[in-house]
């Protein structure tokens, strides 16, 4: 056999295999950017008064190569997960509104025929003495100055820190001739623009109307993606122009506001991956949203937001997943995270809508992939809290851990007890 | 744009598939080609023989996995490229530095029948199927992609000096299996 035609066997390697390999290669070159990104930044800023100027090629992705489990590993060496339920009667709930759930298009990038069978699951990065380990006031520094290059923007002063407790830099704030920019600890930019400068989208489209069709929505995402899509990274962009109802109780003239109901609708950006895993954590760490809340000029950008929450965390491991029927079940029982005013659903619950998504927030160590489950608890939360809205359904948000639930225990306060 | 809708724009014999197919898969090409030819304008011209032989491919051919299929025809075009270069060039690029290495997993060089090519790709996909994933990518990424070593070992979570020694066990144990199948003389 001549060495060349094994090669060319080596060319007819079936197709599943090649995508495998091509997924290790992409995630690692998307790595090997975000980490050289930081590490350049951290020794320029260094010098003082030097400007970074990094490409703007540059994604912001885990700087943690990702763990591939390989098949056949013992399963007891992941780490059991510790998980809090935060469910209150208090304030501030976690329920969306709608006319009818059912009829809204779902943007999220999951579908249930994906088959997913393992996600990775995130942990908040923490120092030696255990304290959680955001972006240091040198990181946030370059961050501020790569989005600036990015926006072509001049910082004209020395970011002030601002939000700082126990030594800590939670957020920089960095002002130029056209914006405001804030880096967060956690990787969050967020760009307000300075009203001459802000930068505006044909009239023919429309940014922060309340009764903006979808056809019309979609066909202003489409345009900000195109402006836009660059600062998230070179693949393909695309939008999420969901958003649920809201009521004006108290309207006000000045910001236009009219009394009853109005459209909550997001512009949200972020990069397809090269396949739906990475499309589903592209969507849940790394999205950019932009707004427009100027009444007079519906088609002016006023900020932009994006996020970068890898920032904060590394990759403990993929977990194996539990089917949509298998997390219902977990929901009846009462094993979801929710806020929703003390109201669990039952058997008569109707389900509006599931989604997968990722959680965590301050509370959790974890961002973890969930089963968001959206439950019409409209005559619950009427009957119980006298809360009613004419013309909507009320949904609440129960999040249910997508993975296998011998992976994760849940922490005391634990009010599924009740239900058994 | 998804890549059913650029394969569709190849069935209409509408000339943006090639430009989006550029567009979105073109700096990847070039470094497939980059990897064996070492040399920017090699590779450029590969990437662009790669876009005329999909045109001319599309219809009837309707890859599933359009990345995959684009990939093989420019690997195989910067190989059959690479053959037809000065003797200067070679030596250099990552594809030589394979080659080297895969050559301990043949015997002589004896050509062997196209039929029993096809066997061999079976073969060679059996025998790739017995490994773990990361062990199967380390293998791919070196031998179908040609990235270097530490490349390669850091796209598939080993170590150099791991990544070393399990291409080693796999060259040897792939030599033992196509000798076992009568392919070595």
């Known amino acids: ?46 010098a003082a008064s030097l400007i970074v100027v990094i490409s703007w090629q540059m994604h912001h992705q885990t700087d943690n190569p990702t763990t591939i489990i390989e098949p056949g590993r013992d399963t007891e060496e992941k780490t059991i997960l510790t998980l809090n339920k935060t469910i209150t009667d208090g304030m501030g709930m976690s329920v969306v509104m709608y006319p ?10 999951w579908d249930i025929s994906m088959n997913l069978s393992a996600l990775p699951v995130y942990e908040k990065k923490t120092d030696s003495n255990g304290e959680p380990m955001d972006l240091s006031k040198e990181e946030m520094l370059s961050l501020l100055q790569e989005y600036a290059d990015r926006f072509g923007f001049q910082i004209t002063e020395e970011p002030l820190s601002s939000f700082t407790a126990e030594g800590n830099t939670f957020s920089l704030t960095a ?33 922060n109307v309340d009764d903006l069709s979808k056809e019309e929505a979609e066909a202003t995402a489409t345009y900000l993606s195109e402006m836009f899509g660059y600062l998230l990274g070179e693949d393909e962009t695309v939008w999420d122009i969901g958003g649920d109802f809201g009521y004006h109780y108290q309207p006000s003239e000045d910001l236009g506001e009219k009394e009853g109901l109005f459209r909550n ?15 589903i954590l592209n969507y849940a760490f790394h999205h950019m949203q932009i707004w427009g809340y100027d009444i007079d000029h519906p088609n002016q950008i006023d900020g932009i937001r994006i996020l970068n929450k890898m920032s904060a965390y590394q990759e403990t491991d993929e977990y194996p997943l539990i089917s949509l029927e298998e997390a219902y079940e977990q929901l009846l029982k009462g094993y979801c995270i929710a806020n929703a005013g003390g109201i669990l659903p039952d058997a008569d619950t109707e389900t509006g809508d599931v989604q997968l998504v ?63 | 744009m998804e890549d059913k809708d650029i394969i569709e724009l190849y069935w209409q014999r509408d000339e943006t598939a090639i430009r989006e197919t550029d567009i979105k898969y073109g700096s990847y090409l070039h470094a497939v080609a980059f990897n064996i030819l070492n040399d920017r304008e090699d590779a450029k011209e590969t990437t662009n023989d790669t876009y005329l032989k999909t045109w001319n491919s599309i219809p009837p051919q309707k890859p599933s996995a359009f990345l995959v299929w684009l990939s093989r025809i420019t690997r195989s075009l910067a190989i059959d490229r690479l053959r037809f270069l000065t003797r200067k060039k070679r030596g250099t690029s990552q594809y030589d530095i394979s080659l080297e290495e895969l050559e301990e997993c043949i015997g002589g060089e004896t050509a062997v029948k196209e039929y029993e090519l096809s066997i061999l790709k079976d073969m060679i996909n059996s025998f790739l199927r017995c490994y773990s994933e990361k062990q199967r990518n380390l293998f791919l990424c070196r031998y179908f992609y040609f990235d270097s070593l530490k490349e390669a070992s850091a796209a598939c979570g080993f170590s150099e000096a791991s990544a070393k020694t399990q291409l080693f066990r796999m060259r040897t144990a792939l030599k033992e299996y196509l000798a076992k199948e009568g392919f070595l003389s």
């Not at chain 1, 160590?365 to 968001?372: E, I, V």
Request: proline share 4%.
């Open chain 1, 100 to 109: 009818d759930i059912k009829k809204e298009t779902d943007y999220n990038p």
């Open chain 1, 1 to 46: 056999m001549k060495k060349e035609e094994i090669m060319q066997a080596i060319n007819e390697v079936d197709d599943d295999l090649l995508i495998s390999a091509q997924k290790a290669r992409r995630k690692h070159r998307q790595n090997q950017k975000h980490q050289s990104m930081i590490k350049t930044a951290v020794i320029l800023t260094a």
């Open chain 1, 358 to 420: 990722y959680w965590d927030n301050q509370i959790c160590n974890y961002a973890l992939p969930c089963y968001l489950f959206m439950m019409d608890i409209t005559d619950a939360l009427k009957e119980q809290i006298g809360l009613y809205i004419e013309g909507v359904r009320q949904y609440g948000l129960y999040y249910v851990p997508a993975i296998d639930p011998k992976y994760y225990k849940w922490t005391e306060n634990d009010i599924s007890e009740q239900r058994k």
């Open chain 1, 175 to 207: 002002k130029t001739k056209e914006a405001q920019l804030s880096c967060y600890a956690d990787g969050e930019i967020t760009v307000f623009f300075n009203k001459e400068y802000a930068p505006r989208i044909p009239e023919s489209l429309k940014l």
């Open chain 1, 265 to 279: 609708r997001h512009y949200i950006l972020y990069q397809k991956g090269c396949d739906d895993t990475e499309t």
